[in-house]
């Protein structure tokens, strides 16, 4: 059976920052080696990205599409039982940042958040990533999962 | 009675910074997490902002009245009275960042400045957060109040 | 008589850095306090900013114009003789980050580099700020001229 | 005989994060003072850029020649043996921040990466940079190389 790997995008794959100019939110900050980390695993396990992000949904779409992989706008409140419903927790690797990422991560078979997720995320995870979120934390979380699941 | 709490919005929703081209100042960096942070307090307090920008306003405004909040244009030397007049220092949180704004954190009921703040304004403040403005400071603030005051 | 206060742009008043489009140079991202700063010593300096970026010229000229100063350009080869011959190092203060900006922050009256300026220019200067350059370095230098010269 | 010194471009020359709109990949962050490091070089050394960065070449591209140098777009998997062809490990000094740079960095003559390079290429570097790249990385080792082989 394959596994699935569910990603947050604002503060996993950006800084979780938003740059805005007087007609809204224009850009997010991508971080490098993401893409090369999700390489490593794209045959290996079921990847895709949620976000909760409506105005910014394009942007994120964008560069998502743009690495070959799919992306879903799911609210904060329905996450939980989204994932749940579609991916189950037991087959589930999940990276989140946020508060309301808590119960994901607590509740998948292995939870990550990167170094700078906010401490009521980091205080649930299996795994920690070495770098900040959109420098390179999601090529941590693929190394780590690709060295304690695939080797 | 229901308590106010003012934000400043550059250096406290925003790295601070200003991102220019040749037409002038186009973009400001918000950061993660703060609009999460100000739910949780939205129907405990009464929140508003102000800022002395006049140049990047249309900027601010977007992204406040984006996450569904009011701001409004008030002049770094008009400032201290405008709170002190409209609001009143009992009645009020507030979180600011620089030179300017040190007399009103330390007059207020519980003055906030985020860990990048000028040192001013960390000295008399009753709260620094953990966090940088633009990484997560505004959340870390909501969720200082929430414990301190509503619980 | 009126002493000068001569200022590099890039490094100084900015990150440093050079956010690029495939058209070319577009933007520079310019610190939070560094025009409160500024406003101190108004009136008690002569202000002056140069820069040899030429291709961002335009972009720094209209940062330095909101906050109601000039601007010159002058190459990295021509500055230490161009304020030489201007100002005269014995009547002025100067800030600057570079290798180009060694010899300047040495022979001026008062030396100024950034705390993330080249190791180079900090090895010869009167004061390093506190804060990076972006995040109030000049706010910082402002602070420590007005103390030491004006007070 | 002219060495040669080949430098990545994104998280060598750029912090190595990308900024994106709706539209896609926009801009990329530059950093200060490589544009000095490098012109210590240029007399000295075979200066050339390569990228794998397809989406981003034009931003790139615009950059370097913005500088005077050449960049060639050459995949992630051709690099290796596109160094060793044109050029020879031997000949060549190598600046890299990724984990597909890890092998060349081991097989020139003199490997270098940026700070905050993956692990991986730095385990094998001759040379790690003081600075990150983006603030100052590539002038780090302009310097380095100069001091090393040609005083």
């Known amino acids: 059976m394959t596994m699935n790997f569910i990603l947050d995008v604002d503060g996993v794959m950006t800084t979780g920052q938003f740059i805005y100019s007087?007609?809204?939110?224009?850009y997010k900050i991508f971080g490098p080696h993401d893409a090369d980390g999700l390489k490593l695993l794209r045959d290996k396990l079921n990847i895709k990205f949620i976000t909760a992000d409506k105005r910014g949904f394009?942007?994120?779409?964008?560069?998502?599409?743009?690495?070959?992989f799919e992306i879903e706008?799911?609210?904060?409140?329905?996450?939980?039982?989204?994932?749940k419903d579609n991916y189950g927790f037991e087959?589930?690797?999940?990276m989140g940042d946020g508060i309301f990422d808590m119960k994901i991560i607590r509740d998948c078979k292995f939870g990550i958040a990167p170094k700078n997720a906010r401490i009521e995320a980091r205080k649930v995870a299996d795994f920690i990533t070495p770098s900040n979120s959109g420098e390179g934390a999601?090529?941590?979380?693929?190394?780590?999962?690709n060295r304690t699941f695939f080797k």
């Open 22 to 26: 007087k007609d809204g939110k224009e």
């Open 91 to 94: 087959n589930t690797f999940y």
């Open 138 to 145: 999601v090529c941590d979380a693929c190394i780590k999962i």
């Open 73 to 83: 706008l799911v609210t904060e409140q329905d996450r939980y039982s989204y994932i």
């Open 58 to 68: 394009l942007i994120s779409k964008r560069r998502i599409e743009d690495m070959g």
